[in-house]
């Protein structure tokens, strides 16, 4: 079974507007983390922001911020104000105690803000 | 500060010939490290990880093999590469102290193409 799922394969924002891509996760682990990163064409990845499993507010960054719903296994990424430079790959990942160090990355989000 | 190298940045080979891709990291210790293979337009596929010298766990059986020779060293190799092995090669690393919070971060990428 999947860990990390997005269902997303790909969405149109239109520019300045704000964006949810989705993540839903799969485990029985009380102790995780959720990541997203970026990933533009050049094919670098790009560290976003993190949501741990304790973690009782939502993670903030900048334009970026995590509505995290524990109990729907959920961690969908919130972008504001979406800029032309915000289109890329998305990826959600998680990194479970007891399953080492492993990050586990879902199947990506392609993002595309129109002008 | 901690940077990691990936090299070649492209690469061109025949199908039956071997491979061998590097990745180093500098500026942290015992750092855990990561094989990821994207295909064109999809997620990260976990291959290989590590989290010390010569402890190698693979996550996906096939042709290729990992290597770490060195603490902060990581080699992907193949004795004989197939068509099905073109894709983004991605080396990352995270700190090996367990917190669930310790991103990973990545190298540029290795564009393979089994022609």
């Known amino acids: 079974a999947q860990k990390i799922t997005q269902t997303q394969p790909g969405m149109f924002v239109q520019e300045k507007e704000a964006v949810t891509l989705d993540c839903t996760y799969d485990?029985?682990?009380?102790?995780?983390?959720l990541f997203w990163y970026k990933q533009p064409s050049s094919g670098e990845m790009i560290f976003l922001i993190y949501?741990?499993?304790?973690?009782?507010q939502n993670a903030t960054e900048g334009r970026y911020s995590l509505n995290f719903q524990k109990a729907r296994k959920s961690a969908n990424l919130v972008i504001s104000a979406s800029q032309l430079g915000d289109s890329a790959m998305y990826f959600c990942?998680?990194?479970?105690?007891?399953?080492?160090?492993?990050?586990?990355f879902g199947g990506g989000t392609r993002l595309m803000v129109k002008p | 500060s901690q940077t990691i190298h990936q090299w070649p940045a492209t690469l061109v080979q025949p199908v039956g010939s071997p491979l061998s891709l590097e990745c180093t990291v500098e500026?942290?210790?015992?750092?855990?490290l990561y094989w990821y293979r994207q295909a064109a337009g999809r997620g990260l596929q976990l291959l290989f990880y590590?989290?010390?010298?010569?402890?190698i766990s693979s996550e996906v059986p096939q042709n290729l093999s990992a290597s770490r020779p060195q603490d902060r060293q990581f080699i992907l190799s193949s004795k004989k590469l197939l068509l099905s092995d073109s894709g983004f090669y991605l080396c990352?690393?995270?700190?090996?102290?367990?917190?669930?919070?310790?991103?990973?971060?990545f190298g540029q990428g290795t564009r393979l193409t089994v022609v």
């Open positions: 990352a690393w995270s700190e090996g102290s367990g917190k669930m919070n310790t991103e990973a971060f």
């Open positions: 485990t029985s682990d009380p102790s995780y983390g």
């Open positions: 949501q741990g499993s304790y973690d009782q």
């Open positions: 990942a998680m990194r479970e105690l007891n399953a080492g160090n492993m990050l586990t």
């Open positions: 500026g942290t210790s015992n750092p855990n």
């Open positions: 590590s989290v010390g010298i010569g402890q």
